[in-house]
């Protein structure tokens, strides 16, 4: 150990939809905790990831994107993005290079001035551009807002993350370890089992349903043989989206099933049985009562 004092604290992660920020958690965090996709809104609740040095521990959270919410649960997802701005020492504000600065980020910046958070801006997705093209980025995020540092880096390729999360910890006080060194989550297992499953839906669906799924875990425990049971459940708002889910003969279930049990087993580290059910629950994303059983509070 060395004399310096050990330092920790908050950071959000935010950023428009699709811009990579759950991506750059997981490898922050070198796990996979917060699930990916190319849909928009793929993030709805804030999830918590630690990492932790010899000198220092950074708890992120990875927000749901900021955007102008349409329905309740998009209002949910609002709130929880605006309010992880003021519980934090510092903020990553993610954007993707390859698009242009769009009303979301301007509507981001709007809210970033609101407080007082040292912001970074984080310049994502730079292996798909060329290097001479990111001057001119900068310079127009630039005139924008007075960013504390700006650092760009391909959060998929780990490209200039080491450098993002020095200068990070700079900015951090002195402060105790949150978490213990091995722990990456404040999430139970459940949560991050019932993601994966619905990270598969997202993966193999389309339009309408990505936004229309929720998966509940009803059942979680080790059997007498050694293996992890898991019951879950798909929850979607109409009839005719159960039939899609299912899929002909029930292929679409048994390849989200077989996927989904992949990623739980490396998770768990154990060997799993994962049973799913699907069921409707009409118009749920605007029942504010069925919100609050699927576990979206404040
Ligand atoms: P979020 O909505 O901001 O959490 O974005 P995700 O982390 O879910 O990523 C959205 C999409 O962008 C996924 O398909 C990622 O693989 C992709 N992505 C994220 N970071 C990078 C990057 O640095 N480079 C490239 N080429 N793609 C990225
Ligand atoms: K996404
Ligand atoms: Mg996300």
Redesign the pocket.
Known sequence: MSNSKFRSGFVAII????????????HLIGQKI?????K????RNKIHGVYTTDEAQIVFL?TP?IHKPQSKLGDYMFKTAESALKEVEAALF?V?V?EGIGGGDRFIIEQLKKVKTPVFLVL?????IEPEKLLPIITEYKDLYDFAEIVP?????G?NVETLLAQLIRYLPEGPQYYPADQVTDHPEQFVCAELIREKILHLTREEIPHSIAVQIEDMRVQDNGVVYIGAVIYVERDSQKGIIIGKKGSLLKEVGKLARNDIESLLGSRTFLELWVKVKKDWRNQERILKDFGFRH
């Not at 994502?124 to 798909?128: R, S, T």
């Open positions: 950023g428009r939809p699709n811009v990579g920020k759950s991506t750059l958690m997981n917060a699930i990916m996709s190319d928009p809104q793929t993030t990875d994107g993610l993707d390859a994502n997705k730079i292996d798909k880096i391909s959060a998929l390729q490209n």
